[in-house]
């Protein structure tokens, strides 16, 4: 199994609900991470998560708080967003993240609109 | 902060055309890794570098890594419409971490 299960693959939340992205690897990778992507523009490094520890976060704004459940798991919750918020935000996974990143593995993403 | 520009941005090719495009980093790379993007897809892993000067070939598809470490190429000979996508090279400067390059969408004419 190669696959990154991401859930759901669309979503539409008001700017005062709270909602969670989820997904799934069982692949036993050790490394994962969440990326937002606007369109027409590169994967933004959100969060890396090793081991289940956070290991970066890369000064996103509070509204988005990650949890890792445990190594097959990756959430990412969602309160009180703006409509700029509104993006493809993309999971993916890795071997682990030494000196040498291994190759990351992307879900199919959840594309995201805040209205 | 580190930044990986892809150059060009868009590059539209006649089908048997070949196309490349160029990735710079303004800081040494420890490995450089390529993916793809088809329209409404997900990145799609390519391969990864990590050696000064290496050179990496793959059916149509020739990558190369800089003798710094701070450069990146991917070429394609003969383009089909297969190779519709965004290509994006994508870096680690040490921070455990890739950073993904701008990306250079590629269109090919039937």
């Known amino acids: 199994d190669t696959e990154v299960t991401q859930t759901p693959k669309h979503l539409v939340m008001g700017m005062t609900n709270k909602k969670s992205l989820k997904c799934e690897q069982h692949?036993?990778?050790?490394?994962m991470y969440w990326y937002k992507q606007k369109a027409k523009k590169p994967p933004e490094l959100m969060f890396v998560?090793?081991?289940?520890?956070?290991?970066i976060n890369e000064s996103v704004p509070s509204r988005f708080s990650p949890e890792c459940p445990n190594s097959s798991l990756l959430n990412l919750h969602l309160h009180a967003l703006q409509p700029e918020d509104s993006a493809l935000y993309l999971c993916?996974?890795?071997?682990?993240?030494?000196?040498?990143?291994?190759?990351?593995?992307f879900g199919q993403g959840t594309r995201l609109t805040v209205v | 902060g580190q930044q990986v520009m892809q150059i060009p941005q868009y590059q539209h090719v006649q089908e048997g055309e070949d196309f490349t495009t160029y990735c710079n980093s303004s800081?040494?790379?420890?490995?450089i890794q390529w993916y793809k993007q088809r329209p409404g897809g997900h990145p799609v892993f390519l391969i990864q570098?990590?050696?000064?000067?290496e050179v990496k070939k793959q059916k149509r598809l020739t990558f190369q890594f800089g003798e710094a470490k701070k450069n990146s190429s991917l070429h394609i000979t003969a383009t089909q419409t297969t190779d519709v996508g965004t290509y994006f090279c994508?870096?680690?400067?040490?921070?455990?971490?890739?950073?993904f390059g701008s990306g250079t969408r590629l269109q090919v004419q039937p």
């Open positions: 993916a996974s890795s071997q682990a993240t030494g000196r040498l990143n291994t190759e990351a593995f």
């Open positions: 692949m036993g990778h050790r490394a």
């Open positions: 998560y090793s081991y289940e520890k956070l290991s």
């Open positions: 800081t040494t790379l420890s490995n």
């Open positions: 570098l990590v050696k000064s000067g």
């Open positions: 994508a870096g680690d400067t040490g921070r455990r971490a890739l950073t």
